[in-house]
């Protein structure tokens, strides 16, 4: 699987092994025992390590716990019965993921998520037959990709990777699925460039989770406020790379400009709720990106 990846290091292509993926360069990856290939070197996860163990204490001090690893694979319709916003927004994303897959029925698609998490999205395009690839920059056992050994024979490849380079994904994806982390990159539309070089000619990408604040002077002061209180409990930035952390109607020019067709989602709640927004342009206009190669 993914034979286009390539060494973060010098972009030449790896070879895939039993222990992970090399280089000519003279460059190893290792395969976790949970089956993550951690294509990022050693600097960049003991960078990352001590950020990890930041947040998952913050969380705690808050009470905010993990996710139970045993309801992995029933996401996120079991978080969505509960009446959890984040999960209902997430199914949400499982149904207009699905709508897409429809339009190319018997087709085994190479696809890529990127943002894969704890993989809730990956499992599912996995059982639908796809070949599958997850990508995300944590590997955490519950909140990252090692979340992978919760579920049953996980037929994907997971791999960790600094996602602020695309480029040791290589070329020639028939889907690439952004997860919910457009608002994180540093520069969006710059971002989502690169995302497009990874498209196969007559390919597609889907952005999830596109969320635009007209007015975002509510959701910079929630950033900035927790961002304190981060800082002020770890010592740490709450981000591991700088971001503003949200969406702006600017973002949303730009992703048109790309030709990235944004449209509503099909969810009367978020619906809804995007007609709460034109009276309160605090709050967000909830929107899912769409680009043919």
């Given at each position: ?53 930041a ?25 969505a ?25 018997g ?5 890529v ?24 920059t ?12 919760w ?38 539309a ?33 950033v ?64 899912w ?5």
């Amino acid at each position: 699987m993914a034979s286009s990846l390539r060494c973060p290091d010098c972009k030449r292509p790896l070879r895939l092994c039993d222990s992970g993926a090399q280089c000519s360069c003279g460059a190893s990856f290792l395969l976790t025992d949970e089956g993550v290939l951690q294509l990022t070197s050693l600097a960049f996860r003991e960078r990352l390590a001590p950020f990890t163990d930041a947040v998952t204490a913050f969380r705690a001090s808050r009470g905010i716990g993990q996710l139970d690893p045993t309801e992995l694979p029933r996401l996120p319709k079991i978080g969505a019965k509960r009446g959890d916003p984040a999960w209902r927004g997430r199914l949400a994303d499982l149904r207009v993921v699905q709508g897409a897959l429809a339009c190319k029925p018997g087709r085994k698609l190479r696809i890529v998520e990127i943002g894969a998490w704890n993989h809730w999205l990956t499992a599912h395009l996995s059982a639908a037959g796809h070949e599958v690839t997850g990508v995300d920059t944590f590997a955490g056992a519950i909140d990252g990709l090692g979340a992978r050994k919760w579920f049953a024979e996980p037929a994907w490849q997971s791999i960790q990777l600094d996602v602020r380079d695309l480029s040791p994904l290589g070329t020639g994806w028939d889907l690439v699925i952004v997860n919910r982390c457009t608002q994180f990159a540093a520069d969006p539309a710059g971002w989502l460039r690169q995302v497009q070089t990874l498209v196969k000619p007559g390919g597609a990408a889907l952005i999830l989770g596109l969320y635009f604040f007209a007015r975002p002077g509510h959701k910079r002061q929630q950033v900035s406020a927790l961002g304190s209180s981060f800082r002020a409990a770890t010592g740490r930035d709450l981000f591991l790379h700088p971001t503003r952390g949200w969406l702006g109607l600017a973002d949303a020019r730009a992703m048109g400009q790309l030709g990235i067709g944004l449209r509503p989602y099909p969810d009367p709640r978020l619906l809804a709720a995007d007609l709460m927004g034109l009276v309160q342009p605090d709050r967000p206009r909830h929107r899912w990106g769409w680009w043919r190669s």
